[in-house]
C-alpha cells in the first residue's frame, strides 16, 4: 500500500534559520505530491503542489519544494524561517488511477521569535 | 476565494447516538471528500465521492458510517452509532477536477463521551 513518511514529527527553529521538513512516499508510478500546513485552530491550507515539469516547485510564504524522483522524496525548504511559521506541515501524495490523498504524519515546527 | 464549509464546528455526542456531519463543498467541485484527524495523530483519509456516489473508501469507513449528498450542494457524513474512538476532528475537503488540489474546511471536532 502506498503510504507517505516525515521523519521530522517536532522541529524547533530560531526566527531567520532555514528550514527543510523531510518527506518520502513509497509508490513507483506517477504521483501529485503536496505540502498543506495547519496554523493552530485552523484548516489545512494548500502550501505548494507538483504535478508535473519543473521538480522545484515554488509556493507562498517563500515556500519551496523540490521533487527528487530517484529518492522518492519530495522536501519542503524555506530560505528563513519566521515565527508566523509555527504551523503543523503536512505532505501528501496522490498516485495515478486514484482520487485519494495519502497524507504523512505530519511535522510540528515551532519558530522562536 | 471559495470556501468549503462545515457545520457545526463542534458536535458532543454520547456514545452509541447518531452524528451527521455537514459540508458545503466549493460550488463547481466535482470530487468530495472525508477525512479525520484523531488528536496528536495523522489526517486519515475516510471517503471519497464522485458522480453521486463512493469512488474509494478507507477501512476505517465501515458500516456505521455513510455520505450523502442529499441536495447537490450539501455534503454529509453519518455515523449511526457512535463509538469513543471516533472522537476526532472530521474535515471536509473538495476538488474541481483531476489536476487541482484538495480544498479543506475547518473541520467538525466530534467528541464522543
Known amino acids: 500500500a502506498q503510504s507517505v513518511s516525515q521523519h521530522n514529527h517536532h522541529v524547533i527553529l530560531s526566527e531567520a534559520a532555514s528550514l527543510e521538513l523531510g518527506c518520502n512516499y513509497s509508490?513507483?508510478?506517477?504521483?501529485?505530491l503536496f505540502w498543506y500546513v495547519q496554523y493552530p485552530g485552523q484548516h489545512l491550507q494548500l502550501l505548494l503542489k507538483y504535478f508535473s515539469g519543473d521538480p522545484l516547485v515554488k509556493g507562498i510564504k517563500g515556500f519551496e519544494a523540490e521533487f527528487i524522483k530517484s529518492k522518492f522524496s519530495f522536501n519542503l525548504r524555506k530560505p528563513s524561517v519566521q515565527w508566523s511559521d509555527t504551523a503543523e506541515y503536512f505532505c501528501?501524495?496522490?498516485?495515478?488511477?486514484?482520487?485519494?490523498?495519502?497524507f504523512g504524519t505530519g511535522t510540528r515546527l515551532k519558530v522562536l521569535a | 476565494e471559495p470556501e468549503v464549509t462545515q457545520t457545526p464546528s463542534h458536535q458532543v455526542t454520547q456514545m452509541g447516538q447518531e452524528v451527521i456531519l455537514r459540508c458545503v463543498p466549493i460550488s463547481n467541485h466535482l470530487y468530495f471528500y472525508w477525512y479525520r484527524q484523531i488528536l496528536g495523530q495523522k489526517v486519515e483519509f475516510l471517503v471519497s465521492?464522485?458522480?453521486?456516489?463512493?469512488?474509494?473508501k478507507s477501512e476505517i469507513f465501515d458500516d456505521q458510517f455513510s455520505v450523502e449528498r442529499p441536495d447537490g450542494s450539501n455534503f454529509t457524513l453519518k455515523i449511526r452509532s457512535t463509538k469513543l474512538e471516533d472522537s476526532a476532528m472530521y474535515f471536509c475537503a473538495s476538488m474541481g477536477g483531476g489536476n487541482s488540489p484538495l480544498h479543506f474546511g475547518n473541520g467538525t471536532r466530534l467528541t464522543v463521551t
Open positions: 509508490y513507483g508510478g506517477t504521483v501529485n
Open positions: 465521492f464522485y458522480n453521486n456516489e463512493i469512488s474509494e
Open positions: 501528501a501524495v496522490k498516485t495515478s488511477g486514484t482520487y485519494k490523498y495519502i
